[in-house]
């Protein structure tokens, strides 16, 4: 079955940490790992995206990593700012006819003054 | 272009109400998707088009739900006889066959409640 897990569930941190977030994927046949940062209310919104043939991508102050081999992923956050708070969704892409995405059910990120 | 726009961004019903939805993608975006996603959870699909042609629906696509992408260009997602277990927020979701489909770009939204 196809999924992707994400920890931990939620997060706090004080502004101006770091902090990092970790997916674990089973999608077959894999084809690229997505992140996406949702804030309340509105719809996700792309980070970063990586193939298979990839290890890591940055956006700024977000850097993903990506191992194939152990299916897992991480994402970075550098200096964290409260904007920063938001859910961070973690996303398996299948090598389908389509784009067809399995999420995971994201890292809600508290980013405290 | 101002991305994928979804109208209304939010819609309180009575249960037993019908409900439509509307989602205009991207402009030069081929592909066009519905999910639904519940409070804590993970967006999950529901159904997808290429151009005016639906693909694919969801298992969770039941009877009571019907999407229509006619010209190929806006969709609309339409729920009969809302249950309460319904309420959750509708994603809309575009990208085109040209970079393996990759741009994957979200509306914000229709929160859906049923009372």
């Known amino acids: 079955k196809n999924q992707v897990e994400q920890s931990p569930q939620s997060l706090i941190i004080l502004e101006g940490k770091n902090c990092t977030l970790q997916?674990?994927?089973?999608?077959?046949?894999?084809?690229?790992l997505r992140w996406y940062k949702q804030d309340t209310g509105r719809g996700p919104v792309s980070l970063t995206i990586m193939t298979f043939s990839e290890n890591t991508k940055s956006n700024g102050r977000y850097t993903a990593t990506l191992d194939a081999d152990t299916k897992q992923s991480s994402l970075h956050i550098t200096a964290s700012q409260l904007s920063d708070s938001a859910s961070y969704i973690c996303?398996?892409?299948?090598?389908?006819?389509?784009?067809?995405?399995?999420f995971g059910t994201g890292t809600r990120l508290l980013v405290s003054p | 272009d101002t991305g994928v726009s979804q109208n209304p961004r939010h819609k309180i019903t009575k249960r037993g109400q019908n409900v439509t939805f509307r989602c205009d993608p991207i402009s030069e975006h081929n592909r066009l998707y519905w999910y639904r996603q519940t409070l804590g959870q993970g967006p999950e699909f529901l159904t997808y088009f290429q151009n005016e042609a639906q693909l694919e629906k969801s298992r969770l696509l039941s009877d009571r739900f019907s999407a229509e992408r006619p010209k190929g260009s806006f969709s609309t997602l339409e729920i009969q006889r809302t249950e309460q277990g319904d309420s959750a927020m509708y994603l809309c979701a575009s990208s085109s066959i040209q970079g393996a489909g990759y741009g994957y770009t979200f509306g914000s939204g229709t929160r859906l409640t049923v009372v």
């Open positions: 996303v398996g892409g299948g090598r389908t006819g389509f784009q067809k995405l399995v």
């Open positions: 997916c674990n994927y089973t999608v077959s046949p894999f084809s690229n």
